[in-house]
Structure formats: structure tokens, C-alpha cells
């Protein structure tokens, strides 16, 4: 009888490894898959993960947790899509793409069972070369580090699931994570220079905070700072909390919120929290194009 588990499961796969074998012949691209496969197996078992199996120019993944799951997905890439640690001479050129989800298995005879592990599948179908795809539910056991590099992309159907399912990237290249998210700074470094302020706006409305303003309430309840209504809105929906000169967004919602930075990429949190930094949109329950009459706008001044 199987055991129930709760894993993240990570499928990792080449891309295009029929071309491969038209452009290197078939011994060199053997060996160039090979070598990938070898990359992704240590990649899993260094971050003490398990690999349940190897289908072709596949590999499927356990872990315990999502972020030992997505340090596992960055050493594959960095190791495969930056053309490192291949060790093969005059080879062409070759990227992995990886899916990633968080739920319950069924484990029996070294294999696992389960619509989770159909969902990670899916979101490796929905992966572009070098890239990693995951869901909310892996969102949702990451680290604060891991959730910063977050932005959600689409959203896609998953077979036997009657919803849609969220598609979320994460960002594993430091440079793509940088630029997201252009002053993002964790523990306690001094940011230098005077105290970073929060300013709010939102229909005519302006709202600082400082030093000596530290929270503000967001929501459709009379007694939050910013009263706002709408229908996917909750009674105190989110709230922005100042800490050690961070800005935190914590949600407390039903429905999520989005927050669009003025690069153009979104971030999604719901019952977690996020950095606030540079300037963007906050959208309550849904995502608030900048200028709409539901558009909180938010901006950090050093």
C-alpha cells in the first residue's frame, strides 16, 4: 500500500533533443544528453532530493522542500543553459526547461502517483527553454529570498482539473531578478543615506509612510486607511507594514493581490507578504492597470 506525502515535484526535460541529433549526429548528442541528465541528477541529490526516474531526455525530481526544489532547478541551469559543466568540446548548444508543483503523492515502489505530479508535468509543458515554470502552491512554501524572483505569467488548464491553474516564472538568473525587482535588499544591510519613505496614492489620496507612520490598512471596511471598494475585495484586504526601512506588503485576502512594477512585471500574494520596492501598482483582487480608478500607486524614495 502507498504512503501519502506532501513534495515538490520537479520535472526537468532538454529541449529539443530531436534537433539535436540531426545537428550533432547521433553519437555526440547522446553523449551531450547524457551529460545534461548527469547535471540534473546531482543538481537533485545535492539539495537532498530524490530522483524517482529517468524517461529519455527526462527528469523527474522529489523534494522535501520548494526552496531545496528551485536551488536544485537554478544549479541545473546555470550548470546547463549557461553552457557550463558539460565538459564536451565543439558541442551545439543545448537548454533544459523545468516545472516545478507542491502537493500530495502517492508513493509506491520508488514511482509516485498522483494529479500532482500530472500538474508539474503541465507546468514543464508550458516551460520555454531556460526557463522555469512552478504554481501558487510552490509560491506559497518559498522563502522570502526565492519569492522575490516570483513574477506570475499566464494561466493554463491542467488535465482532470476543472480550473485554471496559475503559471508563475521564477527569475534564476540574478541579472533577470535585478532588474525586477531594482532595490531589493534582504537582512539588515544599512541602505545608506537617509531613511527610505513610502508614498501611496490612490484617488486623490496621499499617503506617507515614515518613521513615524508605519502601517497602512487596505480594504472595503470603513476603518482601513485606504477605503476601497470592488466586489473581489475583502473587508481588510491587505496591509503595508514598515520594517528596519523595508516595506512589506502582507495580504490577508480571499481573493490575492498584484503588484505590477513600473518594469512591467507582476508579482502575486495571497495570505503571504512581498517587498515593496521602486515604484509600480497595487491591484486589490485583481490586477489594476496604472491610472484605472482601482490603482493604488506606490513609490519608495531613499
Avoid at 547524457?34 to 547535471?39: G, K, P
Avoid at 521602486?278 to 491591484?283: L, N, S, Y
Wanted: charged letters at 25%; hydrophobic letters at 40%; one cysteine or more.
Amino acid at each position: 500500500m502507498g504512503k501519502d506525502l506532501e513534495v515538490a515535484i520537479l520535472f526537468a526535460d532538454v529541449v529539443g533533443s530531436t534537433q539535436l541529433y540531426e545537428q550533432m549526429g547521433d553519437l555526440k548528442a547522446r553523449e551531450m544528453v547524457s551529460r545534461c541528465l548527469d547535471v540534473m541528477r546531482d543538481a537533485t541529490e545535492q539539495h537532498d532530493g530524490t530522483v524517482i526516474k529517468t524517461m529519455g531526455d527526462e527528469v523527474m525530481s522529489t523534494f522535501l522542500s520548494a526552496d531545496d526544489a528551485m536551488n536544485a532547478a537554478r544549479q541545473m541551469q546555470n550548470l546547463i543553459s549557461n553552457d557550463k559543466g558539460l565538459g564536451l568540446e565543439g558541442g551545439g548548444h543545448v537548454a533544459i526547461r523545468i516545472g516545478c508543483h507542491f502537493g500530495p503523492v502517492v508513493q509506491e515502489n520508488r514511482d509516485i502517483f498522483g494529479s500532482a505530479v500530472h500538474t508539474a508535468n503541465r507546468m514543464t509543458s508550458q516551460a520555454k527553454a531556460k526557463q522555469i515554470i512552478t504554481t501558487a502552491s510552490t509560491v506559497e512554501k518559498l522563502s522570502p529570498e526565492w519569492r522575490a524572483t516570483v513574477r506570475q505569467i499566464d494561466v493554463a488548464t491542467v488535465r482532470g482539473q476543472s480550473h485554471e491553474v496559475a503559471l508563475f516564472e521564477v527569475l534564476w538568473q540574478p541579472e533577470e531578478a535585478t532588474s525586477m525587482l531594482p532595490t531589493i535588499g534582504w537582512g539588515n544591510k544599512s541602505r545608506g543615506g537617509g531613511e527610505a519613505r513610502l508614498s501611496l496614492r490612490y484617488q486623490g489620496q496621499d499617503i506617507k509612510m515614515n518613521d513615524v507612520k508605519k502601517n497602512v490598512t487596505m480594504g472595503r471596511a470603513e476603518d482601513c486607511d485606504l477605503v476601497i471598494k470592488g466586489n473581489l475585495i475583502s473587508r481588510l484586504h491587505a496591509r503595508i507594514e514598515s520594517q528596519r526601512g523595508k516595506f512589506m506588503l502582507i495580504d490577508e485576502s480571499t481573493n490575492g493581490t498584484f503588484i505590477q512594477t513600473i518594469a512591467g512585471d507582476e508579482i502575486f500574494v495571497r495570505r503571504d507578504s512581498t517587498q515593496l520596492a521602486g515604484e509600480g501598482v497595487i491591484g486589490l483582487g485583481k490586477v489594476a492597470q496604472p491610472g484605472t480608478a482601482l490603482a493604488v500607486h506606490f513609490i519608495i524614495e531613499e
